[in-house]
Nanobody, 124 residues
Framework: QVQLVESGGGLVQAGGSLRLSCAAS????????VGWFRQAPGKEREFVAV????????YYADSVKGRFTISRDNAKNTLYLQMNSLKPEDTAVYYC?????????????????WGQGTQVTVSS
């Protein structure tokens, strides 16, 4: 079992940057694939990025590729999402998530552990 707590959300103007953090506690953080999803009002939760537990491979949604960077610090049990060149359409609640699956997935249903979310609002 792992507990996840996000931080770093806020209000930013278009073109600005934010860095989200996700602090993990419980079972060894390094044994999890960890990632970020987001959910805008009236929309389904969508994949943003994930980093694997083996090899640290990273995967991104096309909508954020080249603007967002996911990283992890296993010594600090923390996951990060650096978000640059933010757009109004990036406005959403961002959720940290974790799984122990052998295969990295972009499907929310395959992640059993979730944080409470942090709001990101990008003004135009």
């Amino acid at each position: 079992q792992v507990q996840l707590v996000e931080s770093g959300g806020g209000l930013v103007q278009a073109g600005g940057s934010l860095r989200l953090s996700c602090a993990a506690s419980g079972r060894s953080f390094s044994s999890y694939n960890v990632g970020w999803f987001r959910q805008a009002p009236g929309k389904e939760r969508e994949f943003v990025a994930v980093i694997s537990r083996i090899g640290g491979s990273t995967y991104y949604a096309d909508s954020v590729k080249g603007r967002f960077t996911i990283s992890r610090d296993n010594a600090k049990n923390t996951l990060y999402l650096q978000m640059n060149s933010l757009k109004p359409e990036d406005t959403a609640v961002y959720y940290c998530t974790a799984s122990t699956g052998l295969v990295v997935t972009r499907t929310a249903a395959n992640y059993p552990y979730w944080g409470q979310g942090t709001q990101v609002t990008v003004s135009s």
